[in-house]
């Protein structure tokens, strides 16, 4: 692609954005969207349980983080008006605690520092610093790791469980150091990175989804395949949250071996990359089976265009070619920009053993359109 064509392919598909945008924020203003109904409008996890909600599911931030970006492009209040809707809901969970996990990060850079950071809200900054206390509670100082997930019905207890997903909650650690100058949540996430590049990181720059220790002595004991295809394999929205985590590390830190990890992960991902720009779900997933998820894509196309602006000018275009390659194929294959469906980004999975395959959620809009405004040289940094 010419550069004048790349730039009317960004500017176009930000446009695109910019219109579904506009009515999907006025029609869904007061709710808390995970994925779409039969009817291709999108559900609302505010709702009780027994309605199929969920307030303290991990991905409610990310409705927050488009209406935050769409807002810092716009300047359009209907966004920032429903961006706060958000944020009081989310406020309930941190009172009545019990749902959260290590995702408070997703939740709460989002939608709380998010705010703090755009209009300086001091009750946002509050709410902030308290995700930050409950995400640091959760380091295990003997196995140096952030314990993952709470009771998990038809599993053991998951005390010693560590996910490759945690990194990406790291920034909330970074920025809480940063705003209140303690210098211990930034301790706890460069922990929890370095003991991530050592368990989790192969040889080959793939990475494994879960590693379990023992809580009490902190000793490795084993890996899980978790969401991917099975043990062993490359769940690819895994290795998606690892480059983009350890390039976050990188940044908030400037130590380089995060980068180099983030750089060798990316260098298995490219490779992976199918000819016609799709991802599957695991990257060794057999071969005759076409599952896919655009969401993993779009997180994977957002960490190579972190990494790309973190290298010398002569790597750079290796990693941005493969965003750019992996962003085209979601615009133009991939992206409903009808009113059929609320969502633009079509066929997530949510893994690969279940039944939430080639649906939409609203990480993967919200990565899309984040990497969009990367690609656009967009001063907006969420992480
Ligand atoms: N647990 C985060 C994910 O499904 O990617």
Known sequence: ????????????????????????????????????NAD??????????????????????????????????????CYKDAAEVLEKKLQGCL???????????????????????FTGNKESLRDGMHAAGILAGRFNPAGKYIRAWNEYAEKAPLEGWAIIDCLMNLSLLYWASKESGDPRFKEIAMKHADMAMKYFVRNDGSVKHIIE????????????????????????????????????SYLHTGKQEYLEEAKKISHYCIAGINEDGLIPIDFRQPADVK????????????????????????????????????????SQTRADWSEESDAIVQNCSVAYHDNGRHIPLVYADYFFI??????????????
């Open 95 to 117: 009172m009545s605690y019990s749902g959260l996990n290590h995702d408070v990060g997703f939740m709460y850079m989002l939608t709380a520092v998010a705010d703090y950071r």
């Open 213 to 248: 220790f023992d809580p009490n002595s902190g000793e490795y004991k084993c890996s899980h395949g978790g969401q991917g295809y099975k043990h062993g394999s490359s769940w690819t929205r895994g290795q998606g949250w690892a480059i983009y985590g350890f390039v976050i």
């Open 291 to 330: 599952l896919e998820d655009s969401c993993g894509a779009c997180i994977i196309a957002g960490g190579l265009l972190e990494v790309s602006s973190h290298v010398s000018e002569t790597e750079r275009e290796l990693y941005r070619n493969a965003a750019v390659k992996i962003l085209r194929t979601i």
């Open 40 to 77: 291709g409008s999108y559900n609302d996890m505010s709702l009780s349980k027994d309605k199929g909600g969920d307030i303290d599911w991990w991905t409610n931030g990310f409705w927050g983080g488009i209406l935050w970006l769409l807002y810092h492009d716009t300047k359009d209040c």
């Open 370 to 383: 984040e990497a969009m405004y990367k690609l656009r040289e967009d001063e907006v940094f969420m992480w």
């Open 1 to 36: 692609m010419t550069e004048l064509n790349e730039k009317v392919w960004i500017d176009e598909t930000i446009n695109k954005i910019k219109n579904k945008m506009a009515w999907v924020c006025e029609k869904n203003k007061d709710k808390v969207p995970y994925t779409t």
